[in-house]
Nanobody, 123 residues
Framework: QVQLVESGGGSVQAGGSLRLSCVADGYRAGWLTWFRQAPGKQREGVAGFYLGGGGTSYGDSVKGRFTISQSLAKNGVELQMNDLKPEDTAMYYC??????????????????WGQGTQVNVSS
């Protein structure tokens, strides 16, 4: 079974940056995607990376500010978040799915999930 562990969350002021990491031991091919969910909001896709084939996807609200990349050890992905805004405040989750014939940003399509890491952005 795939195990996903997120880290890197914290509290920053608006305009600041954070770098989230998702370690996915034994996972080398398929979607590895960051989702986020704020209280009272639906879970939304933030950025996806297709391991083993390359390719990235971003949610409209984070384009130009967030960058997803494969980790140096190639055992997960990282999410560089720049110019953070208060509306970015949420619990951020890493999710994995081996299938590629699906909408990357659909939470229901993913099989494996991490425990989440909290990101708080103050104004």
């Amino acid at each position: 079974q795939v195990q996903l562990v997120e880290s890197g969350g914290g509290s920053v002021q608006a305009g600041g940056s954070l770098r989230l990491s998702c370690v996915a031991d034994g996972y080398r091919a398929g979607w590895l995607t960051w989702f986020r969910q704020a209280p009272g909001k639906q879970r939304e896709g933030v950025a996806g990376f297709y391991l083993g084939g390359g390719g990235t996807s971003y949610g409209d609200s984070v384009k130009g500010r967030f960058t997803i990349s494969q980790s140096l050890a190639k055992n997960g992905v990282e999410l560089q978040m720049n110019d953070l805004k208060p509306e970015d405040t949420a619990m951020y989750y890493c999710a994995a799915e081996h299938r590629w014939t699906m909408k990357w940003s659909a939470p229901e399509a993913y099989t494996y999930w991490g425990q989440g890491t909290q990101v708080n952005v103050s104004s």
